[in-house]
C-alpha cells in the first residue's frame, strides 16, 4: 500500500448521466421549487441559489477542521434518514425518530451542522433549499474532505413535516445483522445489489462504534490491534466506549477498512455484521476486491451513494422547505413534486 499513487479520476461524467435530469428548476408562488417533471436534478438549484454548494462546502470544510468525526456522522445520519422512508430529512425533527433505539448515538454535532448551513443558506437565497438536500450535500462533501471520492448528487428533495414511523425505523438493520438479514433489507430499499450493500458498508472507514456493538474477541490477543480492543472493551461498564472500526486511518475516507476486515476475519475484533460480508460468498469477492482495489471501491461508493440519496418511500417527494430543520413549519406552507 506504500508508494500508491493516487491520479484523479476524469469519469464523472457517467455518473452525471446517471444521476442527473436535465430539467430546470421552476420556481413557485410559495417561494419553493421543483423540477418541472417532478423528478430530481442536479440543476435543480442553478437559478434559485447559484452560491448553495460554495455554502455548503465550506461550512462543512470549517467544521471538519474542527471535528473530523463529522464525517462519520454525517454518513450515519444520511442513512438513518434515507432507509427508513427516503431522504426527506424526517431523522432532524426533534421529539421524534432520533429517539428510537436504531438512532441512538447519532452525533448531534452532526445534526447541528445541518441546521446551521440551513441558516447560512436560507440567508443567502430565501427558503429555497431543503433540510434534506442540505444533508445529502453536506454528506457528500464531508467524504471528499476526508480523502474519499468526489461526486455530484441530483437535488430537489423536499423535507418531510413529520417522523418516520416506528415501524419504518426498525426497519435499519443493526450491527449484528446476518447477510441474509442485510441482503434482505437492502433489497427492500431499491438497493437490491450485493455490491450496494459492501461499498456502503465502508463508510465504516471513518466510523467508530460502542464496545457493545462487537462480540467477544476470539482466541488470544496475539497482535497489537487485538490487545487494544480487548483492553478497551473488556473493562467493565464500557459497553458505551467508542472505539474506532478503521484502526489505522480513522480520519481518512480509503479502502482500508476492507483490508483489515479480510486481515482480521472471524476475530472478533470488527462488527459482526461486517465479519458476514468477509465469509459469504455472496459478498466475499467484493471485500477482497475493494481491498485490492482502492478505485473500485470508490467507483462503486460513488454510484451506491447516489442510488441511496434518491431513495423515497411510498408518499414520494412530498413534504415542504423547512425554515427550521429541528420542526416542520408553522404556517402551513408546503409543496409536492
Known sequence: MSGRVFVLAAAFGVLLAAAAVSSRPVLTPLGTSRPAAGDL????HADSCPQLETIVRSSVDAALQQNVRLTAGLLRLLFHDCFPQGCDASILL?????????NVGLQQEAVQLVEDIRGKVHAACGPT??????????TRDAVSLSGGPSFTVPLGRLD???????????????PTATVDELL????????????DLVALSGAHTVGKARCSSFGDVAGPATDDVTRCVTATCSAPGS????????????????????VELTLRKNK?????????????????WLV????????????????????????????GNVGEIRRNCFRPNTNGIAASA
Not at 433549499?129 to 453536506?138: E, G, H, K, N
Not at 418531510?160 to 443493526?174: C, E, G, H, K, Q
Not at 460513488?302 to 408518499?315: A, F, N, V
Open 129 to 138: 433549499v431543503s433540510c434534506a438536500d442540505i444533508t445529502v450535500l453536506a
Open 288 to 315: 477482497q476486491g475493494f481491498a485490492d482495489n482502492h478505485w473500485w471501491f470508490f467507483d462503486q461508493f460513488r454510484t451506491s451513494m447516489i442510488k441511496m440519496s434518491q431513495l423515497r418511500g411510498p408518499q
Open 268 to 284: 472478533g475484533v470488527m462488527l459482526p455484521s461486517d465479519q458476514g460480508l468477509v465469509s459469504d460468498p455472496r459478498t466475499s
Open 41 to 44: 436534478s442536479v440543476y435543480f
Open 160 to 174: 418531510s413535516a413529520a417522523p418516520a414511523s416506528s415501524n419504518d425505523v426498525f426497519t435499519l438493520p443493526p
Open 184 to 195: 434482505t433489507a437492502f433489497g427492500s430499499k431499491n438497493l437490491s445489489d450485493p455490491a
Open 239 to 258: 459497553g458505551d466506549t467508542l472505539r474506532d472500526l478503521d484502526f489505522l486511518t480513522p480520519a481518512v475516507f480509503d479502502n482500508l477498512y476492507f
Open 94 to 102: 426533534d421529539n421524534g425518530e432520533r429517539g428510537l433505539p436504531p
